[in-house]
C-alpha cells in the first residue's frame, strides 16, 4: 500500500501528535511562547535601518497593502476620467525624462549591460 501525504497535512499530524503527547500545563507554555513569538520583533535590524516588525505585524501589513491595491485598483478601473489623466501624467513624466539631456541614454545602455551580464553591483 502507498500512502502519500501532502506537507500541510503531514505537518498537521506530526504538530497534533506533539501537542497530544504534552502536559496541560506544557501545552499552555507552548502555546504562550508561541503567542509571544508571534508578537516579538526580530533582533535584527530591518530593511534600509527600519525598525522590525513582529510576524503578526508584519502579516497585518501585508494583508493591508494586498487590501489596499485591490480597492485602489477597482477605484481607477471604474474611473476612466481618472486613468486618463493618470496616463496622461506619466506620458508627461515621460517625455521629460526623455528631453532632458543628462545622458538618459547611456544610463539606460549601462543598466541594461548591468542586468544582462548580472553585474549589479
Do not use: C, H
Amino acid at each position: 500500500m502507498d500512502v502519500r501525504l501532502n506537507d500541510d497535512t503531514m505537518k498537521d499530524i506530526i504538530a497534533k501528535a506533539v501537542i497530544d503527547t504534552l502536559t496541560p500545563e506544557k501545552r499552555e507554555e507552548l502555546i504562550s511562547a508561541a503567542i509571544k513569538a508571534l508578537l516579538t520583533p526580530s533582533t535584527s535590524t530591518g530593511i534600509y535601518g527600519n525598525q522590525p516588525k513582529s510576524p503578526l505585524q508584519d502579516a497585518f501589513d501585508t494583508a493591508v497593502r494586498s487590501v489596499a491595491n485591490e480597492v485602489a485598483r477597482e477605484q481607477i478601473m471604474a474611473n476612466t476620467e481618472l486613468r486618463a489623466k493618470i496616463k496622461d501624467m506619466i506620458g508627461e513624466a515621460w517625455l521629460k525624462l526623455v528631453a532632458n539631456e543628462s545622458g538618459i541614454v547611456e544610463k539606460l545602455a549601462s543598466a541594461l549591460e548591468r542586468g544582462l551580464t548580472g553585474d549589479r553591483y
